[in-house]
């Protein structure tokens, strides 16, 4: 899966930055005029101090045009492993794009130059930018189509992204926070008092980064604009003798240390009036009955009763089959629905191939495999499940084949070198696998 790391603000509309897209040579182009990402440097001319406060802050310390300059000075390939998280992550450059397993730096090369206000936008479009990367949910998938730089701000996430969660139960209530700031938002008795007006710049200015000395005192600001002095039962003269003196967040926004990631700390965003503070009923009464086994986290709105479509409901529990084995008969109920209502689809096709191999059933799942590389995008386990299928009726020559195929497309991808050579070597290939071992030596160097 990938996973964009950032958002632009430009969303389609009227440029206001031709005069930019001139000076940098951005016409011409076959795309819309308003397709291109401008980066924040185009708003410096006439918002000089927003735009240093906000080349201050991590958000505008981690997005830049992808450039051949840029890529001059980037280190051009790394592999690494969490250990914590499973997930292994691959950087590199490839016919002079900037490419990523698990994240996707890319998503800043194509961006449309016209800007969008959160602060015009209603509460629930305006948070949609924010959870486009601050929230995770169980499972993300991407409507058939689309790529993540489709989203534009100021329209609704859903139509390019949907996030889905597996609904809480009463005796294991939500414990995962990494990356869920919305969705513990959404059962803060602020959001709910509100009337789900609250959204998250109520609190964060996304141009501004408060220093640490700053902090306390900028969001007590945020939480006053609501709140008075005298909603805290808290004596004033205790508070200025806790941890941090009169710091509102500090108390009911509590810090943990991030396993995931090293040297840094995650703010619980459900604004607990005290630390023991159950979680609401609403917590537990948040599916429907168009989904009712899965929490839609960004429904379109003013279509919060409708269900996903059937082929992102596929890929969904397919993701989830693995941590979550009761979604299995759920998977198998959308697919026999999807044969027969969209049996070409490629998705469709890899899922039925998925299917039969698990099945023993080889040839068919070898037919499906097939029909679902050819017609969609192609994605490296449906080489590597027809490599197995392949082997499975002894077609040992056919499946080195389909493995270097994949290998080619996906050229540092570990563990499909390491299969493509023990199928080189198991077809007495012994010249070829000693070649793709000197590049999987050269490729993979902490691994030799």
């Keep these: ?200 710049i109520s609190c964060h200015d996304p141009h501004v980064e408060p220093r640490p000395e700053e902090a306390a005192a900028y969001f007590k600001k945020k939480c006053l604009a609501c709140h008075t002095e005298k909603s805290c039962t808290l004596p004033l003269q205790i508070r200025e003798h806790q941890r941090q003196s009169d710091d509102c967040a500090d108390c009911h926004m509590q810090k943990r240390d991030v396993r995931e990631i090293s040297h840094s700390s995650i703010t619980n965003h459900r604004i607990l009036a005290r630390p023991d503070e159950p979680f609401p009923d609403i917590a537990f009464q948040q599916s429907t009955p168009a989904l009712p086994d899965l929490i839609h986290l960004n429904p379109r709105p003013g279509k919060t009763d409708a269900a996903p479509p059937a082929l992102v409901l596929l890929q969904a529990y397919g993701e989830l089959v693995e941590k979550y084995p009761q979604y299995l008969d759920r998977y198998y109920a959308v697919l026999d629905q999807l044969a027969s209502s969209d049996a070409n689809n490629p998705l469709v096709q890899g899922a039925l191939g998925n299917r039969d191999l698990q099945a023993g059933k080889y040839e068919t799942a070898i037919e499906h495999l097939r029909r679902a590389i050819n017609q969609g995008p192609p994605k490296t386990i449906l080489y590597t499940e027809l490599a197995d299928a392949l082997v499975r009726v002894d077609r040992a020559v056919e499946a080195v084949e389909v493995l270097q195929q994949a290998s080619d497309r996906d050229p540092f991808n570990a563990e499909l070198r390491k299969r493509l050579i023990v199928q080189l070597i198991q077809v007495k290939n012994f010249t070829n696998a000693k070649k793709e071992m000197e590049i999987y030596v050269q490729r993979f160097p902490a691994d030799s």
């Design 1 to 200: 899966m990938w996973f964009a790391l950032v958002v632009s603000i430009f969303a389609p509309g009227i440029s206001v930055h031709a005069q930019f897209l001139g000076n940098n040579g951005i016409t011409g182009s076959t795309k819309a005029p308003a397709s291109e990402y401008v980066g924040s440097s185009a708003c410096a001319d006439c918002h000089q101090e927003i735009y240093r406060d906000y080349s201050r802050t991590g958000m505008g310390r981690s997005t830049s045009l992808i450039t051949p300059e840029f890529l001059k000075s980037w280190p051009t390939s790394a592999s690494l492993s969490d250990k914590n998280t499973g997930l292994h992550f691959d950087v590199y450059v490839r016919d002079a794009h900037m490419l990523a397993h698990q994240i996707g730096l890319e998503n800043e090369q194509v961006h449309d130059s016209s800007i969008v206000n959160p602060a015009s936008l209603t509460p629930a479009l305006a948070n949609n930018i924010c959870m486009s990367c601050h929230q995770t949910g169980d499972v993300r998938v991407l409507k058939p189509g689309k790529d993540y730089k489709d989203f534009r701000p100021g329209t609704p996430l859903d139509d390019t992204l949907t996030i889905l969660m597996v609904p809480p139960k009463r005796e294991s209530p939500p414990q995962q926070d990494l990356l869920e700031h919305y969705y513990s938002m959404t059962l803060s008795k602020c959001f709910r008092g509100s009337g789900e007006k609250l959204s998250c």
